[in-house]
């Protein structure tokens, strides 16, 4: 299994933080957006987020804990790659979060 090293697009300073998400024309729900590549990330930022947004590469636990904070807020999906119309992918945050959660279970037995 190959894994995803995303970039994420924050924009503002904590406690008033945001991540650029993505939503599908017409669609109502919003996906976290992630990208496979800075370049990928910082095209989107331009096009769609504010000059003040930052491209970054967060830690895997880092990660983690985004992805835990948006299913928690109700963000249901991530979209990797995406653009004005459509994404190159769609994860379901409930699968990826139950996945990493296995892996630890797992890493944990082995140790």
Known sequence: MV????????????????IATWQVAGGQDCSLAIFSSEANAAAYAEEYC??????LQLSE??????????YEQGTRFAALDPDGTNA????????????ARAALKNSQEQS
Do not use: H, Y
Not at 50 to 55: D, G, K, Q
Not at 88 to 99: G, H, K, P, Y
């Open 88 to 99: 190159r992918q769609m994860f379901v945050l409930r699968d990826v979060l139950a996945a």
């Open 50 to 55: 504010p000059p003040s947004a930052n491209v």
């Open 61 to 70: 636990r880092k990660l983690i804990q985004l992805f835990v904070t948006c």
């Open 3 to 18: 894994e995803l090293e995303p970039w994420v697009i924050v924009t503002g300073k904590p406690p008033e933080t945001s």
